[in-house]
Structures are given as C-alpha cells and as structure tokens.
C-alpha cells in the first residue's frame, strides 16, 4: 500500500495495534504522528518505529477533550496537515458487573469512545480541507457481548455505531471507518491479561479455545487491515465495521 506524502496520526501508537499500524503507513511513505498518553511514552514508541523525519511527536491524554485536543494540535504543528486519523487508543477493564465502580465506568468510556469522539472533532476540519478519512479500532466485543467485559463492550459498541452515525454526516468529503479485532496479542491481552491470571496457560488456552483459528491477532495484521481501510483502495467504503477476529463473531461453534 502506498502512502507517499499522507500525513497520519495514530492515537495510542506508542504500543501494540497503533504502533503495527504506524509500522505499516511509514513502510508505505507516509508521515506519522505518534501519540501516547506521555511524553516519555510517545518517545518510547517512535525510538521502537527506528526514529528519523517521518516520525513526530503528539504526546496527551485521549480521556480528556483538551487532551485530544492538544494531541491534534500537535499533529498539525508537526505535519502541516492530515490525511488520516486513526483512533487506536483503549484500555479493557475485565470485571464482572458486581465489581465496576464509576472510577472504571468512567476510565474505559472517557478513553475509548469520548476520547474517540474528541479526536475525530478536533480532527475533522483538517481532514475536510484533504478529503482524508478516518480509522476507529473497535472491538469484536463492539459486535456480541463478552462475558466479563460489559463496560468494555459498550464502550466498542458505541464506537462502532458512533461510526455509522459520521459516515452519514461526515460523507461526502471524509470517509470513516471501524476495525474490529478479536484477541490480539498485545500487552492489552498477554502482559495485562493472561500473565495477570491464577493459571495464565489457562488462560490462554481459554482465549484459544474462544477463536475459531484458534490463536491470537499478530498486531500487524491488524495494523495492515487498518491501513486498507484508509488506503485509496477502499475509496468506496465508509461506515463499515470490518472484522479481523478468527471466526469469534462468525456464529455459534
Ligand atoms: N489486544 C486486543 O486483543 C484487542 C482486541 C480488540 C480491540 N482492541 C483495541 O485496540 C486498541 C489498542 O489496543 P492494544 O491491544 O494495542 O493495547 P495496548 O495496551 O498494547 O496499547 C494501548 C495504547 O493506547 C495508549 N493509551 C491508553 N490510554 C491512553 C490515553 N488515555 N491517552 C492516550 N493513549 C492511551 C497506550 O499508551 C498504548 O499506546 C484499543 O482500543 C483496544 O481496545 C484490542
């Protein structure tokens, strides 16, 4: 995929799916804006990406408004413009209902989908002026429920239909779409998730069992499914939730 002279920025590429995804638009030519939720963060993803003048900075914190922003801002001081935004920042938060607080209810919905909204606010007149387009990372959780993961889900849920809704207003200028992932392994899952359990082989195997293909996302194939989606290849798509999941929303097993 080519993406000589685009600028994009990617909002929690400091790891994980935003960083594959950052891989994969500087492989194409593109310009990234990195973003983590610090400064230090932010440095640590573009040394990760090898560094050099096709990596900028936009540090900030995508569970404010003026976070997201500062972030865009900084995206547009460092690039001059924008092609493309995409909105990879999330935290999942695995509790069963009795155990959610409001510090937790309000964490997981600031960050995925208030957060996800501001940027795309922030962003939209820049995209506009480019007829550039936009790349939401939701979730399979956005499409069936997840035991465990209620709070989680209707956050994904809401990014997911939050991204139907601007395809409508947004159309014809700028496009936008969601990606929805089942398990990837990231430090979401693996460092965050499975490590953290009682029997993390268990748990693993648990996630295995739970996907069709019966093994987990390498980042990079979502971060190329990202970059599809807001390549000139996918002209015609918007409002779309595509899935990248091993077969986890295909059905009943
Ligand atoms: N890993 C999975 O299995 C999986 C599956 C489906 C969807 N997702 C979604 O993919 C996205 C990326 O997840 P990941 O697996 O790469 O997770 P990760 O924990 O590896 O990385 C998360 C990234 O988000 C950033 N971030 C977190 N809170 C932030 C904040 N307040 N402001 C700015 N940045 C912030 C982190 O700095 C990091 O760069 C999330 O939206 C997640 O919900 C992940």
Redo the contacts with the bound molecule.
Sequence with gaps: MTFTGKRVLI????????CAAAEVFLAGGATVAI???SAA?TQD?IAALGGGERLVAAP????TVA?CNAIVAAAIAAMGGLDVLVN?????DSRPMAECDEEMWDATMN??LK?TFFCIQAAHPHLKKTRGNIVN?A???GLIGEKGLSVYCAS?AGVVNLTRALALELAPDVRINSVC????D????RR?GIEQAADPKAAEQALLDYTPLRRLAH?AEIGKAIAYLASDDAVFITGAALQIDGGTTAGHP
């Design positions: 909002t929690g590429s400091s790891r994980g799916i935003g973003n983590g939720r963060s993803g900030g914190d995508v569970g976070g990879s920042a999330g935290i999942g960050i995925n957060g990372v979730s399979d959780a994904k992932p089942g398990y990837v990231t430090d979401m899952v965050d980042p």
